[in-house]
T-cell receptor, first 116, second 113 residues
Framework: DTGVSQNPRHKITKRGQNVTFRCDPI?????LYWYRQTLGQGPEFLTY????????KSRLLSDRFSAERPKGSFSTLEIQRTEQGDSAMYLC??????????????FGDGTRLSIL | QQQVKQSPQSLIVQKGGISIINCAYE??????FPWYQQFPGKGPALLIA?????SEKKEGRFTISFNKSAKQFSLHIMDSQPGDSATYFC????????????FGQGTTLQVKP
């Protein structure tokens, strides 16, 4: 068990460019979450998947954002036409919805996005 | 109704002292309350969690106290150590169906040697 892995760790791009982040969850986890964290704030929920199905999206997730989880394994988060306000840490978390009620979410170390 | 309010924003404690961080919520549908610890450049790591049918939970030096009627819960770090210096976030789960977590604003703890 190597934990949740996110790549890249840092991404610097110019405004208007598209960026894509990848998250590899803990292997047996069927749920995968994306959160966004700005400086000095707590993480904010963006979206989540159960297996390959995207079941909920936050209103924070504008039309420029899209997330996928093909085959229920890794996930990608793409931001099109990036804006200054997209600068943040993008965190991925995974969990297992087994028989227990309180399966914790395990977070990766995030991808820090900086928009020039 | 979806907010979780956390205080204080920052906290300085002497080594060996007790650190106390408080959170309050409005939505009585929240059913699970974890605390996360985050070091600079790292993702949040689960510290301890509680359900609203329990008033207190202790794991090592970390204790959660939960007051359901007041809709408040707090984290107590006993015998605080310099290695505990980090940012702490309380959170609440909207429902077990989604598992979505709503986080507080965070508390930056500094433990002075």
């Amino acid at each position: 068990d190597t934990g949740v892995s996110q790549n890249p760790r840092h991404k610097i791009t110019k405004r208007g460019q598209n960026v894509t982040f990848r998250c590899d969850p803990i292997s047996e986890h069927n749920r995968l979450y994306w959160y966004r964290q700005t400086l000095g704030q707590g993480p904010e929920f963006l979206t989540y998947f159960q297996n390959e199905a995207q079941l909920e999206k936050s209103r924070l997730l504008s039309d420029r954002f899209s997330a996928e989880r093909p085959k229920g394994s890794f996930s990608t988060l793409e931001i099109q036409r990036t804006e200054q306000g997209d600068s943040a840490m993008y965190l991925c978390a995974s969990s297992w919805t087994g028989t227990g009620r309180d399966q914790p979410q395990h977070f990766g170390d995030g991808t820090r996005l900086s928009i020039l | 109704q979806q907010q979780v309010k956390q205080s204080p924003q920052s906290l300085i404690v002497q080594k060996g002292g007790i650190s106390i961080i408080n959170c309050a919520y409005e939505n009585t549908a929240f059913d699970y309350f974890p605390w996360y610890q985050q070091f600079p450049g790292k993702g949040p790591a689960l510290l301890i969690a509680i359900r609203p049918d329990v008033s207190e939970k202790k794991e090592g030096r970390f204790t959660i106290s939960f007051n359901k009627s007041a809709k408040q819960f707090s984290l107590h770090i006993m015998d605080s150590q310099p290695g505990d210096s980090a940012t702490y976030f309380c959170a609440a789960r909207g429902s077990s169906n989604t598992g979505k977590l709503i986080f507080g604003q965070g508390t930056t703890l500094q433990v002075k040697p």
